[in-house]
């Protein structure tokens, strides 16, 4: 037997493997509990603010009032100095909110006005002869949701008339006819009008609906162009056109007709200045509904 390998094997060299693994032990058990002290205690220390109460959420342009929000504590890393405390709650109500406001959400200070904002502002803008023509569609006829206000588009008019001159057919410029033994003209009613705003299945404005989103900050826009709820809102029912005053008597002459339909076509957008444009909006392009 080799004694020097025997001497080799030293006593000492275990034990202080072991207390290197006793110490170990111990240094991992006292970050642990340093970090689950801390997890717990940043748990713990919260901060007061206001969110939003309502369960349809809140409005855009009306009186905020105390029914409408609520206190809720935040854990303090998360607070950020432009939401509201609770303490201060005075300094918002009975302002006006700027745009929607959805459940559950934190209450911001720029996010009301002590001024009643312009709903429809293109109203105040536009020229004091023209007139506004609402104009009922069909969206699946016209666009679906690519159109928006800002889109041009040009509107035909076809209704049935009475006429006993010949129809040729062969001419590229005819504008009769004839079905099922009725004659039937299509003129341009207009060769190209601007769309306003549109208004959705609940007579509202799409334009407000659009503009309340556009004043949200780039996350919150996101999330909330991605809901059902803001999808279904753009859904417009009807066209609000501005027009001169020629124009309106020119719809007013065709729309006399008790059998007249109207044939809306989009524009190219190149000369045009849409709301919104959804390229500009990631992820909007190939949303399931």
């Not at 919260?46 to 009186?63: D, K, N, Q, W, Y």
């Not at 679906?144 to 889109?151: A, F, R, S, T, Y």
């Not at 753009?234 to 729309?255: C, D, H, S, V």
């Amino acid at each position: 037997m080799d004694l020097g390998n025997v001497k080799s094997v030293s006593p000492g060299k275990k034990l202080f493997k072991k207390i290197l693994a006793i110490i170990f032990a111990i240094g991992v058990i006292v970050i642990s509990y340093t970090i689950l002290t801390n997890a717990d205690k940043a748990a713990t220390d919260t901060i007061e603010v206001l969110r939003v109460r309502s369960g349809e959420g809140i409005p855009a342009f009306v009186v905020l009032t105390e029914d409408k929000i609520e206190k809720y504590n935040i854990i303090k890393r998360e607070y950020t100095e432009d939401m509201v405390l609770a303490e201060d709650i005075s300094d918002v109500l009975g302002k006006f909110t700027k745009y929607y406001l959805r459940q559950n959400s934190i209450i911001y200070e720029d996010q009301f006005t002590d001024e009643k904002p312009l709903r429809n502002e293109w109203l105040y803008e536009m020229n004091e002869e023209n007139e506004v023509l609402t104009l009922p569609y069909n969206l699946l006829e016209c666009g679906g949701d690519i159109l928006m206000p800002g889109d041009r588009v040009r509107i035909r008019v076809s209704y049935e008339v009475e006429t006993d001159e010949p129809i040729d057919d062969n001419s590229p410029n005819n504008v009769l006819t004839r079905t099922r033994g009725r004659t039937i003209q299509t003129d341009i009613l207009f060769e190209s009008i601007v769309i306003k705003d549109m208004l959705n299945a609940n007579s509202q404005s799409v334009y407000e609906v659009y503009q309340e989103v556009l004043k949200l900050d780039e996350d919150s826009r996101q999330d909330v162009m991605k809901s059902e709820d803001f999808l279904n809102n753009i859904q417009p029912r009807a066209l609000l056109l501005e027009g001169t005053k020629e124009q309106m008597n020119e719809f007013a002459k065709y729309n006399a007709y008790s059998d007249k339909a109207f044939l809306i076509t989009m524009l190219s957008r190149a000369d045009s200045d849409v709301i919104l444009d959804f390229r500009d909006e990631v992820g909007l392009y190939g949303l399931e509904r």
